[in-house]
Each structure stands twice: as C-alpha cells, then as structure tokens.
C-alpha cells in the first residue's frame, strides 16, 4: 500500500499506516471490528487477503491467530459476525495443533479449497493485549514518521 508522505501528517494516517504495516508483516488481520482486537479473520496467501471458514474453527485455532497478532487468547464467532468478506474464502476446517506460530501452517483443506460461502466466515475476538504488541505498534509508529 502507497501512502503519499504528505498524507502521513496525521496522527490518523500514522496510525492506519502502522497497523497496514503490521497486517502487512503478520499476514492476519481482523476486519470491520469495532475495535483493533476483534473482526473478520482475513489471511494473507500469495499476495491476497481473503476469508476463514468457520467450520470446526475451534479455541486452539483461535489461539494462534490471536497469539500471531501480539494477543493471548481469544474467542471465535461463528457466522459473519462482522459481515462476510469478498473475494476468496481461503482456509476452511482449520486445524491447528497449538503450537504453530502462523495461522497458515496450520492444516486446513488446502487453499481456497472449501465447502463454504461467506456468510460462514469466522470473526475472532482477542484479548489480553500483550506488552509486546504495544511496543511492537510504537515501533512501527515511530519508523512510519
Ligand atoms: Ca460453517
Ligand atoms: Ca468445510
């Protein structure tokens, strides 16, 4: 994403500039929440954001994407909680083993391989912001001036 430097005047701009960044750099992102630690799960394949299946997307899996954004824990809505995605539903009957660092290792049918429309598509909620995250947006902040 290009964002021209006199639009980086804006603390707000700083802001969406450093958290692109990070979904950038985690390849996971949550979409339409109302606030940073909860939306639609979305992944990053081959240079493309698109959506989760709910299907058997359990506490574990959840973990590892919450963990994978800087958070400890989280909690999975089934359904299109924060509205259905566009374009590819990427992952479906997930199947972490909890101990993977990358939502995308974990098993799954295969990309874009899937029984499932968007209105299927996973929303996750995170919780406990880690200290690590805090410093880890600092820091992006910061380059991003
Ligand atoms: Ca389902
Ligand atoms: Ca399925």
């Given at each position: 994403m290009q964002?021209?430097?006199?639009?980086?005047?804006?603390?707000?701009?700083?802001?969406?500039?450093?958290?692109v960044?990070?979904?950038?750099?985690?390849?996971?992102?949550?979409?339409?929440?109302?606030?940073?630690?909860?939306?639609?799960?979305?992944?990053?394949?081959?240079?493309?954001?698109?959506?989760?299946?709910?299907?058997?997307?359990?506490?574990?899996?959840?973990?590892?994407?919450?963990?994978?954004?800087?958070?400890?824990?989280?909690?999975?809505?089934?359904?299109?909680?924060?509205?259905?995605?566009?374009?590819?539903?990427?992952?479906?009957?997930?199947?972490?083993?909890?101990?993977?660092?990358?939502?995308?290792?974990?098993?799954?049918?295969?990309?874009?391989?899937?029984?499932?429309?968007?209105?299927?598509?996973?929303?996750?909620?995170?919780?406990?912001?880690?200290?690590?995250?805090?410093?880890?947006?600092?820091?992006?902040?910061?380059?991003?001036?």
């Amino acid at each position: 994403m290009q964002i021209a430097v006199d639009e980086l005047t804006s603390e707000r701009h700083r802001r969406l500039y450093a958290a692109v960044a990070r979904d950038q750099k985690h390849g996971v992102r949550l979409v339409n929440g109302n606030s940073n630690n909860e939306g639609r799960l979305e992944v990053l394949h081959n240079g493309t954001w698109g959506s989760v299946c709910d299907d058997s997307f359990t506490n574990i899996d959840v973990k590892v994407v919450c963990r994978q954004l800087g958070y400890t824990n989280g909690a999975a809505l089934a359904r299109a909680p924060f509205g259905q995605g566009m374009g590819t539903v990427w992952m479906d009957d997930v199947a972490c083993n909890g101990t993977e660092t990358r939502i995308q290792d974990c098993w799954h049918n295969g990309w874009g391989v899937h029984d499932c429309s968007h209105s299927e598509d996973v929303g996750i909620r995170c919780s406990d912001y880690s200290e690590a995250l805090q410093q880890e947006i600092t820091a992006l902040k910061v380059s991003s001036l």
